[in-house]
T-cell receptor, first 117, second 113 residues
Framework: GAVVSQHPSWVICKSGTSVKIECRSL??????MFWYRQFPKQSLMLMAT?????????EQGVEKDKFLINHASLTLSTLTVTSAHPEDSSFYIC?????????????FGSGTRLTVV | AQSVTQLGSHVSVSEGALVLLRCNYS??????LFWYVQYPNQGLQLLLK??????LVKGINGFEAEFKKSETSFHLTKPSAHMSDAAEYFC???????????FGSGTKLNVKP
C-alpha cells in the first residue's frame, strides 16, 4: 500500500538555527503534498500545500519566509523551519495523496517532533 | 468550505462500556469523512473512512461510524471499550480532488478499569 515516510521523527535544535524535515512518498508519485502542524494538546492545522515544481501555497497566517517548502521531485517535499524559536516547537506531519480511493486517507507521515531550546 | 466539530474534548468510559465520539461536519460539496487515532507522540492512524457507498463503515479495532447526511454527522462508536482504546481521536473531512484534510479539535478518550 501507499506509504509516506517522514524524517526525522524528532529533532532538538538551538534557537536561531534552521531545521529541515523531509517527507517522502515511498511507492507512489505525489505531485501534491501537505504540511500540518499540531500544537500541544491541539488539533492539526494545515500549514501549506506543496506543489511539485512550483511554489507552495500557504494557509492564512503561516509565514512563508519562516516555513520554507521545497517540492523538488515527485516523491520528496521538504519543510525547513528557518531561524527557529521556541514557539516553533510543535509536531509537524506531512501528507500525500496517491491515486485511488482505496489509498485515500492512509498517507500521513509519522510526524516530526521539533523542540527548539 | 469544510469544517469539523467534535463535541466533547474529553470522554471517559468504563472498560466494556459503549464508546460514542461525536463528529459533525460542514461541507459545501459531498465530503469524504475520516476518523483517526493518535497515541502520545505518534502520528495518525486511520481507523475508518467514508468516501462513497454504504453509509455504515466498519474500521479497525472494532470501531464503526455512520455517515448521516441529513444530520451532517459521522459519529464513531465501539460497543465495548478496551483499555488500549485510550487515546486521542480526530474526525476529519476532505473533498475529492482537493485532498486537504480539515480536522476537528480532537476528543481524548479515557477508559477506566
Amino acid at each position: 500500500g501507499a506509504v509516506v515516510s517522514q524524517h526525522p521523527s524528532w529533532v532538538i535544535c538551538k534557537s536561531g538555527t534552521s531545521v529541515k524535515i523531509e517527507c517522502r512518498s515511498l511507492d507512489f508519485q505525489a505531485t501534491t503534498m501537505f504540511w500540518y502542524r499540531q500544537f500541544p494538546k491541539q488539533s492539526l492545522m494545515l500549514m501549506a500545500t506543496s506543489n511539485e515544481g512550483s511554489k507552495a501555497t500557504y494557509e492564512q497566517g503561516v509565514e512563508k519566509d519562516k516555513f520554507l517548502i521545497n517540492h523538488a521531485s515527485l516523491t520528496l517535499s521538504t519543510l525547513t523551519v528557518t531561524s527557529a524559536h521556541p514557539e516553533d516547537s510543535s509536531f509537524y506531519i506531512c501528507s500525500a495523496v496517491p491515486g485511488g480511493l482505496a489509498n485515500y486517507g492512509y498517507t500521513f507521515g509519522s510526524g516530526t517532533r521539533l523542540t527548539v531550546v | 468550505a469544510q469544517s469539523v466539530t467534535q463535541l466533547g474534548s474529553h470522554v471517559s468510559v468504563s472498560e466494556g462500556a459503549l464508546v460514542l465520539l461525536r463528529c459533525n461536519y460542514s461541507s459545501s460539496v459531498p465530503p469524504y469523512l475520516f476518523w483517526y487515532v493518535q497515541y502520545p507522540n505518534q502520528g495518525l492512524q486511520l481507523l475508518l473512512k467514508y468516501t462513497t457507498g454504504a453509509t455504515l463503515v466498519k474500521g479497525i479495532n472494532g470501531f464503526e461510524a455512520e455517515f448521516k447526511k441529513s444530520e451532517t454527522s459521522f459519529h464513531l462508536t465501539k460497543p465495548s471499550a478496551h483499555m488500549s482504546d485510550a487515546a486521542e481521536y480526530f474526525c476529519a473531512v476532505s473533498v475529492r480532488n482537493f485532498n486537504k484534510f480539515y480536522f476537528g479539535s480532537g476528543t481524548k478518550l479515557n477508559v477506566k478499569p
